[in-house]
């Protein structure tokens, strides 16, 4: 199944212009992440900066569901790992990002995912250590095994939304063995006029079906009528009228008046 070069910006540049507005059109708090990958790494040196609608203020920190600290500054160099989230004044609180430090981590970029982008899934050992053998995952199914290489690119649709993992074999000076890094949720959008062309075609075919089934009685009716006789053919007479008259002393005939339709 054939994902990191979409058809947009790099993941640095698409992450550091991003502010999504909320349902209702307000502004929210996004945590950016850099290198911009889910799951992020410990030893990546990871940076997180909190944006939002307030320009002022400090920001506040939180690790693990617990208020952690306040910075003048919206910029924070991770050092431990845990799920971090901030909170900037009137814009509310930010999602999470996990920062992991785990023998084994499934990455895929932070961005969003639109239906016909390539991009990579990377499997990466404990400090980019040796790793063979990687297999990688969609809802515990296998989808590939590289006995050479970390990476697979693929190209998801609508239905390849899920969870996806690696596994591999690992040694070192003091163990060998198989590890399963922890499940990533991928979300694959439709694309904005991939979504409107399809909303309008829903809406023609309503519209459709939505006539026919008011026009009912007129096709009964159509149904229902005789057929209209045929037109003569050229030199043909028609009869149209036969009148009976009566003659003094005489058995009454029938006299026929001619309507010559030619």
Not at 87 to 108: F, H, K, N, W, Y
Not at 139 to 151: A, P, S
Not at 152 to 173: A, D, E, F, I, M
């Amino acid at each position: 199944m054939p994902w990191p070069n979409p058809a947009v910006l790099s993941p640095t540049l698409a992450l550091a212009g991003w502010c999504p507005l909320s349902p209702t059109g307000a502004r929210t708090t996004q945590l950016l992440v850099e290198p911009p990958w889910r799951l992020a790494v410990l030893w990546d040196r990871v940076t997180l900066t909190c944006q939002g609608s307030g320009n002022t203020g400090v920001t506040t920190w939180y690790k693990d569901g617990q208020r952690w600290r306040q910075e003048g500054h919206n910029r924070l160099t991770v050092p431990e790992k845990g799920n971090y989230t901030c909170e900037r004044p009137g814009s509310g609180l930010s999602p999470p990002v996990t920062v992991l430090d785990a023998p084994l981590v499934l990455q895929v970029p932070a961005q969003a995912l639109l239906e016909g982008d390539t991009v990579t899934l990377r499997c990466r050992r404990w400090r980019d250590n040796p790793v063979s053998s990687v297999s990688f995952y969609h809802e515990e199914k296998k989808l590939q095994e590289l006995r050479d290489g970390t990476e697979l690119s693929l190209s998801p649709q609508l239905q390849h939304s899920g969870r996806y993992g690696c596994r591999g074999w690992v040694k070192s000076t003091v163990s060998r063995g198989w590890e399963k890094s922890e499940s990533v949720t991928v979300t694959v959008r439709v694309a904005a006029g991939v979504g409107g062309a399809l909303l309008f075609l829903l809406l023609l075919v309503g519209v459709i079906v939505a006539w026919h089934q008011g026009h009912p009685a007129r096709k009964q009716q159509e149904r229902a009528s005789p057929d209209a006789p045929a037109p003569p053919e050229e030199g043909e007479v028609l009869y149209t009228h036969v009148v009976v008259t009566k003659r003094a002393g005489a058995s009454p005939r029938a006299t026929t008046l001619q309507d010559p339709q030619l």
